[in-house]
T-cell receptor
Framework: DAGVTQSPTHLIKTRGQQVTLRCSPK?????VSWYQQALGQGPQFIFQ???????QRGNFPDRFSGHQFPNYSSELNVNALLLGDSALYLC?????????????FGDGTRLSIL | TQLLEQSPQFLSIQEGENLTVYCNSS?????LQWYRQEPGEGPVLLVT?????EVKKLKRLTFQFGDARKDSSLHITAAQPGDTGLYLC???????????FGGGTRLMVKP
């Protein structure tokens, strides 16, 4: 039973470029959440997708956008990259509105902006 | 905005010592989770506490949820080098299952 998988594992971009990160949820899960973890800090919630719609959003600019596909996989897009976007981007999957069921995290994509 | 503050940020102890990590907020959460994260990996859930005053034990780890559901603590007894890692607390809000994470406590246990 595959867990949450993210690709790529590492990525290097330059300022102003655009990037797309991908996430496949754990089998049986229908909800995908994205988090940004800056070096030495805890993860910060970006947004959550269910039924191909953004359901909740954290305090991130609209340069951050996402998409969920019918097979529940998801993409995170970041436009006009800034140096401060350098971070580990984590994807977590779960079942919608099952608060007491754990979210499962992938190992993340390490994004470096030069 | 709900915020969670963890303390201490860093902890370096000798094998066999005890330690406590604190997670505090001014907001009430429906539940609180503790995660451990290893370098290069995603956070892995250790425990979820739901009821105010709840205490859960996981081998040498003891987790407590405050009576008002605003704070929590993690106590490790007789720490071992294998306990080394980043410990994160995360509050689960009342709307959906969005997690609000604390800043983390980086623990190093020296043999």
């Amino acid at each position: 039973d595959a867990g949450v998988t993210q690709s790529p594992t590492h990525l290097i971009k330059t300022r102003g470029q655009q990037v797309t990160l991908r996430c496949s949820p754990k089998s049986g899960h229908d909800t995908v959440s994205w988090y940004q973890q800056a070096l030495g800090q805890g993860p910060q919630f970006i947004f959550q997708y269910y039924e191909e719609e953004e359901r909740q959003r954290g305090n991130f600019p609209d340069r951050f956008s996402g998409h969920q596909f019918p097979n529940y996989s998801s993409e995170l897009n970041v436009n006009a990259l800034l140096l401060g976007d350098s971070a580990l981007y984590l994807c977590a999957s779960s079942l919608w509105q099952t608060v007491r069921k754990p979210q499962h995290f992938g190992d993340g994509t390490r994004l470096s902006i030069l | 905005t709900q915020l969670l503050e963890q303390s201490p940020q860093f902890l370096s102890i000798q094998e066999g010592e005890n330690l406590t990590v604190y997670c505090n907020s001014s907001s009430v959460f429906s539940s609180l989770q503790w995660y451990r994260q290893e370098p290069g990996e995603g956070p892995v859930l250790l425990v979820t506490v739901v009821t105010g005053g709840e205490v859960k034990k996981l081998k040498r780890l003891t987790f407590q949820f405050g009576d008002a559901r605003k704070d929590s603590s993690l106590h490790i007894t007789a720490a071992q080098p294998g306990d080394t890692g980043l410990y994160l607390c995360a509050g689960v809000g009342n709307a959906g299952n969005m997690l609000t994470f604390g800043g983390g406590t980086r623990l190093m246990v020296k043999p």
